[in-house]
């Protein structure tokens, strides 16, 4: 095995650690719910339109997750509003930039015509 393919499984296992560990933050706060949400608060009816490919998307996610809509849609925002989001973000941010030169050197890997390094 070479060197080029040993380090690109090295990134997509790192990678793919990384976005397991975001998506199991996101499920288990789905399922658990977090400190900002009151399950015995009193509900409000909102109405909004949306494309038809989101409301599909929507409802898809939410029975991913066993949730209802309303209740989906009250996670995203809260999630939205506590910064939980954008904590995910800035980490994957983190680990990219921490892994620049790794994912620099495997994409020049792959664009060197086989051959070209040898003497």
Known sequence: MTESVTLRREI????GEAAGLVALAY????????S?????MTKTQLG????????ELAKRRAADLGLSIGDYLARLVQD????????????AARFLAEHQAVFDEAEQAEQTP????AA
């Open 27 to 34: 499920i288990f706060l789905a399922r658990h719910g977090n």
């Open 12 to 15: 997509a296992f790192r990678a």
């Open 36 to 40: 900002c949400y009151h399950a015995g």
């Open 48 to 55: 909004a339109r949306v494309d038809q490919d989101v409301a």
């Open 114 to 117: 086989r051959g070209a390094n």
């Open 80 to 91: 939205d509003a506590s910064g939980l989001r954008a904590r995910a973000v800035d980490a």
